[in-house]
């Protein structure tokens, strides 16, 4: 994503955003309260201590090297002991609390108060100190309360100069400036929300491996697996990781084994600092089925197989003496291998106490299953719960799991992150957080705001997500605030659409074709997006091509089919190649789960322009009709297919759009032009008249009606008139009834039109809390505008009674009921979400009308053993729409009306609300929001 936009973020300099949700503590003017990192052509050196982490040591390498991007100017780093006696007269000192001598020098002469970071994971300090050393007049110090502390307060720092977390995985250029200042009273960051902030790279296959292959290797991969993931990989890995504040990582496993692909690869995390671990299906640090294929000997099944296997997981456990993170597995005979791999572990390592290993257990389908029916696990054992593939996490921690001391947390896939992760936050899930990130491009930009919310969830709010983004696209593209914003819009836009369905899932009957304009109003937001779009091309180029399937232009597909290509070509060819096979995924036209084998292009007819349609040279299509035209014969114009009635078409006030429209198209190569005509004055039409020909083949034509010249129902003859070159003229007479419906004065509400009532649920008219607990929005999410849900997030995991619960009121008004029953269904779309606290607490909603009876649905039924609601998979299942339809049917008579929807439980978030008066069409986002009187 971010390639294309560094581009163009060249052309544009500004004093934009270098950081993003750090407190700043970088300045490129000095004041009185600065201290000077380069200025005057004179850059502080770095003071580092010879007993420092290795780690730390090569993190200072690339601070200094940061440095120097910046400014031109690179420090010298040298290693100083507490006998220095005469040193510069200004310095930065480096280091780690309790590793570092000088650091414990630093302090003690300084008399520092470093208890606010002492024996905190993770966090850091940095400051102006005077007479840290003898000679030293002047000095900023960096402290880490452990290792990675100080790696992460350097990497800050560099972030503030300028220096992108993805300077070299995304090409991002860095901001010059000749001077460069820390303020005295620093940065500082105490513990992280989140312990272990990881990434998994998974399905690396085509794209991530075949560049890794070209890039970091000389065309062979690994000796026995063919891996091309070998050090020189890692390492660019391991320094994006610790720049963006990740600390843990899943190792590619597709056909990879990160312990023998590359010896070095191992102690080479270690040294850098990162925590390794592996994917909940590789326990005991050994790939499988890479490594087990390779050395294991008999079946893969503890049952039978139980001393081949435990030999196999001693190598995994030996190997991996320091900084991981122990996946255990677990299966039916799992109370034995759950015995057999702790006391492994206690052997190998050598400890006298297993819970001081950290382990992990990976609550996957199956597993969680056994989970839920009373497989027990040792307290010290983190729980990592998963989400179901699409972002939905299947399952949080009760309240009673909550105080397990091994804690919890999340394994998820990139996508509906803030919404999912608040609550993850809100429940405790807080040890471990791993993202699949797939082949890690293109998603930098979601990858970095998992970890970054990981790192400090205090910082991010359901209002000020936006800002994330915006100063992600200034820091990247080095742009001002306002293009930011654009930006930043866009890439909202676009997630917004790419999420109603995967662009992969979209087909030619998506969108509807016929009913509320939506593949038109789909696809003109694809085409609304500025040239600026440019930008975050890739993404949006790639999609609009799929969106466009909607579409029937059989030349547009075929056109944008090699687009496609193009596209893809183009991201290849990039920066001399850089990012080569990157995008090689095949995207177009997926069958089942896996991947096609080769794009291929989506099916498309053609009708013969040559040859002209029976009925005649003009042809009219009419809003909403399946029909392809009239005048001729049509199976959708009557029952019996020939001989139809003229097509009728009704519209009222209430209607969305306004307007009906009719497509004026070619039946054939010869040219006319046409008159759009009426017999009553109400019936405005516009434009009134219009040629075809093969130069310009389709005119839409709008009808409208003055309300004011109509009382109650009301038919006018519209008529399209065509003079055909060199044939006889032609004409097509269509009815069209205006219905004028009327409502009291003072009303204020939504107003049906079409038989329907469209509303988002942001817009309502009264919010009752209760205990403390709204209903509020979260911008953004969603199909069509937003969603709401209770908040706080996780509800303090109360529930209610129907009725009870805190409540959200929308007036309506009415003028039919279905079929004349009295009965209208009220359909509540609710984001995919699953039975998060248990099967026994199902999510639910309330709905009353009026003071009618109260309704409760509680619409996620129970899935035991680990699955998935049967609702949920499947090419019209609830995560491929992105959505959870809830029907309910009340009694309503016509007239004014309020809904009331209670929550039940916690943590379901509501997106629109549509009630049906009769007239609601098959759609895929379901009507427009209907017209607001107020
Ligand atoms: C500081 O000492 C460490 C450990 O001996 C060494 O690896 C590193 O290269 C030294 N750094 C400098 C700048 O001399
Ligand atoms: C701090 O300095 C004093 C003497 O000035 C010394 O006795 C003490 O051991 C030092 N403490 C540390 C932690 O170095
Ligand atoms: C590839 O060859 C170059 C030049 O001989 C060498 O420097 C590099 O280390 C090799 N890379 C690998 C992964 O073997
Ligand atoms: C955790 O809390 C639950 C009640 O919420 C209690 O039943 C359980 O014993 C507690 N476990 C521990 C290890 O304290
Ligand atoms: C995003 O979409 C909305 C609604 O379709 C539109 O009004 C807005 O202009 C779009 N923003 C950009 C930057 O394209
Ligand atoms: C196309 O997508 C729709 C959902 O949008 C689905 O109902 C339909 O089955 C799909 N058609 C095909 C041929 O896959």
């Known amino acids: 994503m971010v390639l294309h936009l560094i581009l163009l973020g060249l052309l544009v300099v500004t004093d934009g955003v270098r950081a993003i949700g750090q407190s700043t503590c970088v300045a490129f003017k000095s004041s009185s309260s600065t201290f000077s990192i380069v200025s005057n052509g004179k850059a502080a050196p770095v003071l580092l201590s010879a007993d420092e982490w290795p780690g730390v040591q090569r993190a200072a390498t690339d601070f200094a090297s940061d440095i120097q991007q910046v400014t031109g100017l690179k420090p010298t780093l040298s290693n100083v002991t507490s006998s220095l006696t005469s040193g510069p007269s200004t310095a930065i000192i480096v280091g780690t609390l309790g590793k570092s001598s000088l650091i414990n020098e630093v302090v003690n002469r300084t008399k520092l108060d470093v208890s606010s970071i002492q024996g905190q994971w993770e966090a850091f300090m940095a400051t102006e100190v005077s007479n840290p050393l003898p000679g030293v007049k002047s000095a900023y110090v960096i402290i880490g309360a452990d290792k990675r502390g100080t790696i992460f307060a350097l990497y800050d720092h560099s972030e503030q100069f300028g220096v992108s977390p993805w300077y070299w995985w995304a090409d991002v250029p860095t901001t010059k400036s000749s001077e460069l200042f820390v303020t005295s009273s620093g940065c500082s960051h105490g513990s992280p929300t989140v312990q272990y902030r990881a990434i998994f790279l998974n399905d690396e296959q085509p794209a991530l491996q075949n560049w890794a292959m070209e890039k970091f290797t000389n065309g062979t991969g690994a000796a026995l697996t063919g891996s091309p993931f070998n050090h020189f990989f890692y390492t660019k890995l391991f320094e994006l990781m610790l720049r963006i504040k990740a600390n843990y990582l899943w190792p590619a496993m597709w056909s990879s084994a990160f312990g023998i692909d590359d010896a070095q690869n191992q102690a080479l995390a270690d040294w850098w600092g990162i925590v390794m671990g592996t994917s909940h299906e590789e326990p005991i640090m050994r790939s499988t089925p890479v490594e087990w294929d390779l050395f294991g000997s008999g079946p893969w099944d503890y049952g039978v197989n139980a001393q081949n296997i435990y030999n196999f997981w001693v190598v995994g456990a030996n190997r991996s003496k320091t900084l991981r993170i ?69 399952r949080y921690p009760l309240v009673s799991e909550r105080n397990r001391t091994g804690g919890s947390g999340v394994y998820y896939h990139v996508d509906y992150t803030y919404e999912q992760m608040s609550a993850a936050v809100a429940r405790d899930a807080v040890r471990i957080w791993v993202l699949n990130v797939g082949d890690l491009k293109p998603y930098e930009l979601h990858t970095e705001f998992f970890i970054t919310y990981g790192w400090d969830a205090s910082l991010w709010n359901r209002n000020n997500l936006d800002t994330f983004v915006s100063s992600w696209a200034q820091r990247e593209f080095d742009i001002s605030i306002q293009d930011a914003t654009e930006v930043a819009d866009i890439i909202a836009n676009v997630t917004r659409w790419n999420a109603r369905r995967k662009p992969e899932l979209l087909n030619s009957t998506t969108y509807s074709l016929t009913n509320y304009r939506e593949a038109e109003n789909a696809l003109a937001g694809w085409e609304s997006l500025p040239a600026f779009f440019q930008l975050v091309h890739h993404p949006v180029q790639a999609s609009y091509t799929l969106a466009n399937i909607a579409n029937d232009y059989a030349t547009q597909v075929m056109n944008l089919f090699q687009q496609d290509y193009d596209l893809e070509v183009d991201y290849h060819t990039l920066l001399n ?145 065509a003079n055909v070159q060199d044939q006889p003229p032609m004409s097509q007479d269509i009815n069209f009834v205006a219905n004028h419906t009327l409502i009291p004065s003072g009303f204020k509400g939504f107003v049906e039109g079409d038989g329907t009532v469209s509303i988002e649920a942001a817009h309502a008219a009264r919010n009752t809390s209760v205990d403390g607990l709204t209903w509020v929005e979260l911008p953004g999410i969603g199909r069509t505008l937003s969603g709401i849900t209770p908040w706080p997030r996780g509800g303090d995991d109360r529930n209610f009674t129907a009725g009870s619960g805190p409540s959200i009121e929308y007036d309506f008004y009415t003028f039919n009921t279905q079929n004349q029953t009295g009965n209208i269904t009220v359909t509540t779309y609710v984001s995919p979400s699953l039975n998060g606290l248990g099967d026994d607490r199902p999510l639910a909603i309330a709905i009353q009308i009026d003071s009618g009876a109260l309704q409760a649905n509680y619409f996620v039924p129970p899935a035991s053993g680990g699955n998935l609601p049967p609702q949920w998979d499947g090419n019209d299942g609830w995560a491929a729409n992105s959505i959870i339809s809830v029907p309910m049917v009340f009694t309503a008579s016509s007239g004014a009306h309020t809904l009331k929807l209670f929550m039940i439980e916690p943590s379901v978030v509501v997106q629109k609300i549509v009630i049906d008066t009769g007239g609601v069409l098959p759609s895929y986002l379901g009507p427009p929001e209907s017209i607001y009187m107020s």
């Open 326 to 394: 122990f996946s255990q597995s677990a299966c039916e005979v799992q109370a034995i291998i759950v015995s057999d791999q702790r006391q492994l572990l206690t052997d190998v390592l050598n400890v006298s106490d297993i819970t001081t290993v950290t382990q992990v257990w990976t609550l996957y389908k199956e597993v969680e299953g056994y989970y839920e029916d009373g497989m027990t696990v040792p307290d010290d054992v983190i729980l990592l719960w998963t989400d179901d593939n699409y972002g939905n996490v299947r």
């Open 577 to 721: 190649g850089k990012w080569d096979h990157m995008m090689d995924q095949t995207h177009v036209m997926y069958y089942y789960w896996q991947q096609p084998m080769a794009n291929t292009m989506p099916f498309i007819t053609m009708v013969q322009p040559k040859k002209q349609a029976l009925p005649g040279a003009m042809r009219i299509a009419i809003e909403g009709s399946l029909a392809l035209g009239s005048p001729g014969d049509n199976m959708y114009d009557c029952e019996q297919g020939y001989s139809c009635p003229n097509p009728s078409v009704s519209i009222d006030p209430f209607v969305p759009a306004g307007n009906r429209f009719f497509d004026v198209g070619a039946g054939g190569p010869t040219p006319f032009t046409f008159t759009a005509t009426s017999n009553a004055s109400w019936l405005k039409l516009s434009p009134a008249k219009g040629s075809i020909s093969p130069s310009s083949l389709e005119q839409r034509v709008f009808a409208s009606v003055d309300w004011s010249q109509v009382t109650g129902v009301e038919s006018a003859v519209l008529t399209f008139a």
